[in-house]
């Protein structure tokens, strides 16, 4: 890392720069020896690529990761000791404006696209600087589209401008122009911390079948739903030559959203997602991504040209993913169950690319909280990925998006009035917490608690009689969103109202728990009270219309009494044996699913269910050919997109529930194992990477018996809870139990 009083470099700019070119900067130096330890510290606008010598330093791509750039920019820390040599050396960026282009950062007073870069070797013989002595030139690519909403847009690779030889020493640059310093820009600077963005082994190469050409376009299937770059070589173009590439999805004649072209009887879907190549005239030469992704499945390449020769040589699909690593296992003899798990950390990865969980990567890219927070962060991403860093950041995100009011923007670490709810706002609490539960740190509760009091005390501006009132309406006030139907609550619902109200209940909660005040104590108390007397129906028994979502959330926002949960709890379960689907959507996965994986009641029910290839159904995305999770469980609904976080987290059912591997101290000093035996399975077992090491717990049906195995982390206890048995608490070691 790099202290604040130590950048000695300035922001620098291409003055008369379109924002959507690439550009290209770069600054040569003399060295009479090779300092040891050489870091160079390069913050930016936009998205940049560093190159000493003409080398790249790293493998990273649509660095740095994405933050709140009119307030916070992101640095990384380079080791470029090995590129350097005696004499003369040269470091250059390659720079693309990524989401300094978005019209919410420019309408926040970001306009430039610039960079920051300091260099400094360990022994003090090398201090290098950003400032008005480095020189600048267009790049042969720039961005298409608006990289806003529902116009992310692509690149344009002019191939007639290629060169591979601008980051080189004996490039010529004496037509490049020098750079101008900015001086009214200030975000603060901080170490990019989490994963970075890189693409994951191997690429996509589709079987030449895949490739077909129909009338003058080329259609590609990648094989499975991708977020990345494209990489393609084509034969037999002429210098001019223009070839564009579109996206899709899906592979289907019906007429889905920005429907924008046709091949044969199929749909192009791009959604905006258009990439441009314009040729120079050589066999061989290639387009390929840089600093615009795209997402979807089937590429189509389409030529306006004066001879119809033309080839495509090869093409490759390049996944990328800032995910981290992935730590988690399951395993079990049901293969629909396995192909879920995997689909859920495929679907997590495909949606964490810029160091954000969105919700979509083709036409948002928004880290909207019901999406990246709640049940995807507690049933997949802190289970499953080694996601410490990761949440440390989102939590930052959601401070940094907070007005001056306490209200706390509906996504982050992006700035855009785009649909939300309290649980939008609340997602910074929820994360902390659950972030807490996994790790045992509570730094990051200090991190969340002041800007989660703001939040509270606007929330309570709006508090009637002890409940929530709309501080907004319509899309800005959400209730369930994408649950069977497709069911969209909007704010004017009463269902809304009550969600929110529940939210509202829950966001105290969370307080609670990070700091004991009466207050808060009070107004929880009669809030729920309040709630009861309003939403309860004695005569039905349930509360509002008795729906699944209403249910799980009265059961876990506490606002049922005592002497009526189980009530509540056995019409949930009776809702869901007589429905026999997950009526749930979006918003309403984490109150259900914590309801629903806390006691044993239910395991019978949710493993018939989660064993369905019919409407609506996870099996029911397997049948109709999905590789990644939809938007929406009717996925041919015309606004319903392929690659999305609406329903991931169901990797607790198989983690937390079926092998029983749950947090029960925080930090995981002590384990919960409470495995659920079920009739669909003969055997399962699962992983999962705890501070203290890898907790395992697997159970097998022999005969008449279950045959229970466990392994406990040296340092943690293990509290394990067999069915119908007593409990028994164990140490660090292996077990096994029948």
């Known amino acids: 890392g790099l202290l604040a009083q130590d950048w000695q470099g300035k922001w620098i700019y291409k003055a008369d720069n379109k924002k959507e070119n690439h550009l290209w900067f770069r600054k040569s130096f003399e060295l009479d020896k090779v300092p040891d330890n050489v870091f160079a510290y390069v913050a930016s606008s936009g998205y940049h690529e560093l190159y000493i010598n003409g080398a790249k330093a790293d493998d990273r791509v649509l660095a740095p990761a994405v933050s709140r750039i009119d307030k916070r920019v992101l640095y990384v820390t380079y080791d ?36 920051r870069v300091q260099v400094y070797g360990e022994d003090e013989s090398l201090s290098l600087s950003s400032d008005s002595t480095w020189l600048c030139s267009e790049s042969y690519s720039r961005n298409t589209g608006r990289f806003d909403f529902m116009d992310m847009g692509g690149e344009l690779v002019d191939g007639r401008k290629y060169t591979d030889q601008w980051a080189k020493v004996d490039f010529d640059d004496s037509k490049w122009e020098y750079v101008s310093e900015l001086k009214d820009y200030n975000p603060t600077l901080s170490a990019q911390m989490t994963d970075f963005s890189r693409t994951l082994p191997p690429p996509l190469t589709p079987p030449s079948e895949k490739l077909e050409r129909v009338g003058e376009v080329y259609r590609v299937d990648m094989g499975k739903e991708f977020t990345g770059f494209l990489e393609a070589k084509f034969d037999g173009l002429n210098a001019g ?58 590429i189509h390449f389409k030529c306006k040209m004066q001879n119809a020769k033309w080839k495509i040589r090869e093409v490759k699909g390049l996944a990328i993913s800032s995910a981290p690593e992935y730590t988690a296992k399951f395993e079990c003899d049901n293969d629909l169950y396995n192909r879920i798990f995997e689909m859920d950390k495929y679907t997590f990865q495909m949606n964490h690319t810029e160091g954000v969980v969105t919700d979509c990567p083709n036409r948002e890219r928004l880290g909207y909280g019901p999406e990246g927070a709640y049940q995807t962060a507690w049933g997949l991403g802190l289970p499953c990925f080694n996601s410490a860093a990761y949440y440390v950041k989102n939590v930052r995100d959601w401070a940094d998006v907070q007005r001056e009011d306490g209200f706390i923007n509906n996504v982050a670490p992006q700035v855009s009035d785009m649909y939300g709810c309290v649980l939008n706002g609340t997602a910074i609490l929820n994360l902390a917490w659950e972030h807490y539960r ?16 703001k939040w509270l005390a606007f929330l309570q501006k709006y508090v009637e009689s002890d409940m929530l009132t709309r501080y907004e309406t319509h899309g800005y006030f959400l209730g369930e969103w994408v649950s069977p139907g497709p069911v969209f609550e909007y704010g004017e619902t009463e269902e809304a109202l009550f969600n929110n109200n529940c939210a509202y209940a829950m966001t105290l909660e969370y307080l609670i728990k990070m700091q004991n005040v009466e207050t808060w104590i009070a107004d929880l108390q009669k809030t729920k009270a309040a709630l009861h007397r309003k939403y309860y129906n004695p005569e039905k028994q349930i509360y509002l219309n008795g729906d699944q979502v209403r249910t799980a959330w009265a059961l876990y926002a506490g606002i049922v009494p005592d002497s009526l949960r189980e009530q509540q709890e056995n019409h949930l379960l009776e809702l869901l044996e007589t429905q026999r689907y997950l009526n749930i959507g979006s918003f309403g996965r984490y109150p259900f699913y914590k309801t629903v994986l806390n006691t044993d009641k239910y395991a019978g029910i949710l493993s018939e269910i989660l064993d369905k290839k019919t409407y609506p159904s996870y099996g029911y995305f397997m049948e109709k050919g999905c590789t990644t999770f939809p938007e929406m469980w009717e996925i041919d609904q015309p606004n319903s997109t392929v690659i999305h976080t609406s329903y991931t987290g169901i990797s607790a059912f198989f983690i937390k529930y079926l092998a029983g591997i749950n947090e029960y101290s925080c930090g995981y000093d002590t384990i919960l194992i409470c495995p659920h035996p079920v009739l669909q399975l003969s055997h399962c077992s699962a992983e999962v990477e705890t501070p203290y090491g890898q ?26 809870k067999l069915p119908d048995k007593a409990g028994k608490v164990v140490t660090a070691g292996k077990y096994e139990f029948q």
Do not use: C
């Open 241 to 298: 030559d223009t070839v564009v590439i579109q996206i899709s999805m899906r592979d289907s004649s019906s007429v889905y959203v920005q429907a924008t072209d046709t091949v044969g009887n199929q749909i192009i879907e791009e959604q905006k997602q258009r990439h441009i190549y314009i040729a120079r005239g050589e066999n061989g030469e290639t387009f390929r991504n840089r600093f615009n992704f795209f997402a979807g499945r089937y």
């Open 80 to 115: 470029i000791s090995k590129f350097l040599r005696k004499g003369k050396n040269v470091i250059a960026l390659a720079y693309g404006a990524g989401w300094s282009m978005n019209d919410y950062f420019e309408y926040y007073g970001q306009t430039k696209q610039a960079i």
């Open 695 to 720: 907790v395992k717990s697997s159970w097998k049906r022999e005969n008449s018996k279950i045959k229970y195995r466990f392994e406990i982390p040296f340092g943690a206890t293990a509290k394990i």
């Open 438 to 453: 996994m790790y045992g740190d509570r730094r990051i509760l200090e991190m969340a608690l002041p800007a989660g009091i």
